[in-house]
Antibody, heavy 121, light 108 residues
Framework: QVQLQESGPGLVKPSQTLSLTCTVSGGSISSGGYYWSWIRQHPGKGLEWIGYIYYSGSTYYNPSLKSRVTISVDTSKNQFSLKLSSVTAADTAVYYC?????????????WGQGTLVTVSS | SYVLTQPPSVSVAPGQTARITCGGNNIGSKSVHWYQQKPGQAPVLVVYDDSDRPSGIPERFSGSNSGNTATLTISRVEAGDEADYYCQVWDSSSDPVVFGGGTKLTVL
């Protein structure tokens, strides 16, 4: 059973960089066949895809966030990470990491529990 | 970018059938996936590839997709089905991962 767990600060000051890590257990990121994504949900709102990374390091970001987002992978630790720079209150959200299949049948079969990040001074 | 349109809310009595739609331009040519999200919890995949169910999801959950509309059907609705439901597609021509706005299912 694959499990994902987000970790990182729950409070970030405006203009700073939000940093989160997703630790994967029960399966190897290096096995291929999956994109590893970050998805967020503003309070009371819908789901917003942030971006994904493949084990090789190739990435794809949501164009609306692309200028501020960096996703990286550490296959030795079976982790992938999110950095979102220059945050504002509008970045306050629950952040999820998730595993998605590669290709046109891209759906998310495993999700982390989510972590609330609040941007406030 | 590709847009998926869901009704904000659907209400149904216990034991009845709920149908939640997801509209998109020629969505029938894409694979549609559905997620259930209960308050304070992460989304859970309930239907993938239009009509397939992951293991552990009751047969009461089914899906269809044709033309410009995909539909999630929940038969014999139970109180425990009350949740938000999201459709999602992969669109290689734009933002690859697209979610619908979500539909709140209320069990009366």
């Amino acid at each position: 059973q694959v499990q994902l767990q987000e970790s990182g600060p729950g409070l970030v000051k405006p203009s700073q960089t939000l940093s989160l890590t997703c630790t994967v257990s029960g399966g190897s990121i290096s096995s291929g066949g999956y994109y590893w994504s970050w998805i967020r949900q503003h309070p009371g709102k819908g789901l917003e895809w942030i971006g994904y990374i493949y084990y090789s390091g190739s990435t794809y970001y949501n164009p609306s966030l692309k200028s501020r987002v960096t996703i990286s992978v550490d296959t030795s630790k079976n982790q992938f990470s999110l950095k979102l720079s220059s945050v504002t209150a509008a970045d306050t959200a629950v952040y999820y990491c998730a595993r998605g299949l590669t290709g046109d049948r891209h759906y998310f079969d495993y999700w982390g529990q989510g972590t609330l990040v609040t941007v406030s001074s | 970018s590709y847009v998926l349109t869901q009704p904000p809310s659907v209400s149904v009595a216990p034991g009845q059938t709920a149908r939640i739609t997801c509209g998109g331009n020629n969505i029938g040519s894409k694979s549609v996936h559905w997620y259930q999200q209960k308050p304070g919890q992460a989304p859970v995949l309930v239907v993938y590839d239009d009509s397939d169910r992951p293991s552990g999801i009751p047969e009461r959950f089914s899906g269809s997709n044709s033309g410009n509309t995909a539909t999630l059907t929940i038969s014999r609705v139970e109180a425990g089905d009350e949740a938000d439901y999201y459709c999602q597609v992969w669109d290689s021509s734009s933002d690859p991962v697209v979610f619908g706005g979500g539909t709140k299912l209320t069990v009366l």
